[in-house]
């Protein structure tokens, strides 16, 4: 069961959910690349220095970040069953 992952830090959660989810096939490929982008980015704004977000950088993934989210929802109900 997924519920019982456990992991200490951000790139191990990263790690677990392309292991279970995406090379299982349970959430697309392309959403994958989605969170990918998502973690760098946090990445770049936690601890880059002078990096800003512009609002055609988040404009483009946004739409995309809702699909990835819908797609997370559908496993924790299907999860829950």
Do not use: C
């Amino acid at each position: 069961m997924h519920s019982e992952i456990n992991t200490k830090t951000h790139s191990g959660v990263k790690t677990q959910f392309f292991l279970h989810y995406i090379k299982t096939g349970q959430i697309e490929l392309e959403l994958g690349k989605v969170y990918a982008d998502l973690f760098d980015w946090r990445q770049k704004g936690d601890y880059g220095d002078f990096f800003d977000f512009t609002k055609d950088d988040v404009s483009t993934i946004l739409k995309p970040t809702k699909q990835l989210i819908e797609a997370i929802k559908e496993e924790i109900r299907n999860e829950k069953k």
